[in-house]
């Protein structure tokens, strides 16, 4: 058993260094007219090996980094835009509180 065990680490270690991809299509279809097609990639690595390849889009996700969000809205000037316009529109401050 623990041959076994061993090697199966072994194998996940390479895997999540090397990272794998995994490809394939679905496509359901009715009198050979095409209904829905799905497009199915999975690709499992570890962050580290992700980064390498450049498929870091965790670090700009709002859900997974809520200061990506902050900053981004920082970056563009949407944030004051926004700003500037809530101070044009009488009275709309203090009916949102």
Do not use: C, H
């Not at 690709?43 to 969000?69: V, Y």
């Not at 902050?70 to 500037?84: C, H, N, Q, S």
């Amino acid at each position: 058993m623990a041959a076994s065990s061993d090697s199966l680490a072994d194998i996940l270690e390479r895997v999540l260094d090397k990272g794998v991809v995994i490809a394939g299509d679905i496509g359901v279809s009715v009198v050979d007219v095409e209904l829905l097609t799905l497009r199915i990639r999975l690709f499992i690595a570890s962050a580290q090996t992700a980064r390498e390849m450049g498929m870091d889009w965790w670090t700009n996700d709002p859900f997974f980094a809520p200061n990506a969000a902050r900053e981004e809205l920082e970056e563009t000037g949407l944030a004051a835009r926004v700003a500037a316009l809530e101070a044009r529109v009488p009275g709309r401050r203090d009916a949102l509180r």
